[in-house]
């Protein structure tokens, strides 16, 4: 029993970096799915680097997902190439929302737990990883207090009635994210 209870353990860890800004080495695929423990996702405001802001009240009606990750997580870097993939097929769906987020130390932010560095060295890494879909940004910690967000990367899935459908901590490639995406009501 014990041994199963290590093995167990050690997978976690493999598959997803802590929140703490070590670039753990490497990650597996996350084959397993967390249910949603709550029926209605907590609404949330998110800004980007233009100071606009984004809240899921104002996406009601959209089915909504979010890469949650941060800029010195490899796994996060590693999955970026195929999340881009499944952004370039879903962009102009119009009931689709696809962005990401994440927790910057900037002042203007006020997180007093913050999880990556500033905003501009956010920026700059997703630029260099080619990515193309919005990176907003938490303030005050809520969205990563609100979604108990514990590794990184971190993905959820948001159905267009505003439950929250399924939440994967650690890495997935494009096929996963595709059939989640499809799962979506």
Request: charge should be negative; aromatic fraction near 10%.
């Amino acid at each position: 029993m014990k041994k199963y209870f290590l093995l167990l353990v050690s997978l976690f860890l493999l598959t997803a970096c802590s929140t703490t800004q070590e670039d753990k080495q490497s990650s597996s695929q996350v084959e397993t799915t967390q249910e949603a423990k709550t029926e209605t996702a907590p609404d949330f405001t998110l800004i980007d680097d233009k100071g606009e802001t984004i809240s899921l009240s104002d996406l009601k009606g959209k089915k909504v997902y979010i890469n949650v990750w941060a800029s010195w997580c490899g796994p996060c870097k590693r999955e970026f190439p195929e999340l881009e993939k499944v952004y370039q097929n879903v962009k102009e769906d119009d009931d689709i929302v696809f962005l990401s987020v994440t927790s910057p130390n900037d002042k203007q932010f006020k997180n007093s737990n913050p999880a990556d560095k500033d905003s501009a060295t956010i920026l700059a890494a997703a630029k260099e990883l080619g990515a193309t879909y919005p990176v907003y940004f938490d303030s005050n910690d809520h969205f990563m207090e609100d979604y108990a967000i514990r590794a990184f990367p971190t993905h959820v899935f948001i159905n267009s009635d505003g439950s929250l459908a399924k939440y994967y901590p650690g890495q997935i490639n494009e096929a996963m994210l595709e059939e989640q995406l499809a799962l979506l009501k």
